[in-house]
């Protein structure tokens, strides 16, 4: 049984920095590709970050620069350090393993 566990979300002001945590159990790990996505009230599901294998990274433009996702293949972990956060960032981030399974998702609310 695949499981994928965010946790890290909350509440923060426009500036600040989150760090946001899913560990995965039921997959093999280090062989899969880990993304992080968001959604907004209103809006669809967008991709944030992808780290495919390895040390690969791949940000969408509105958060290039500011946020980082990583990964500890040890602790079956996929990280995104978020810094220098904008109100637009609120959402729901979700973690997705192989664009297949999904984690439950963690508000993120920045306030202005």
């Known amino acids: 049984q695949v499981q994928l566990v965010e946790s890290g979300g909350g509440l923060v002001q426009a500036g600040g920095s989150l760090r946001l945590s899913c560990k995965a159990s039921g997959i093999v790990f280090s062989t899969s590709a880990m993304e992080w996505y968001r959604q907004a009230p209103g809006k669809q599901r967008e991709l944030v970050a992808s780290?495919?294998?390895?040390?690969?990274?791949i940000y969408s433009d509105p958060v290039k620069g500011r946020f980082t996702i990583s990964r500890d293949n040890a602790r079956n972990t996929v990280y995104l350090q978020m810094t220098s956060l904008k109100p637009e960032d609120t959402a729901v981030y979700y973690c997705c393993a192989n664009r297949r399974w999904w984690g439950q998702g963690t508000q993120v609310t920045v306030s202005s």
């Open positions: 780290i495919p294998v390895g040390s690969l990274t």
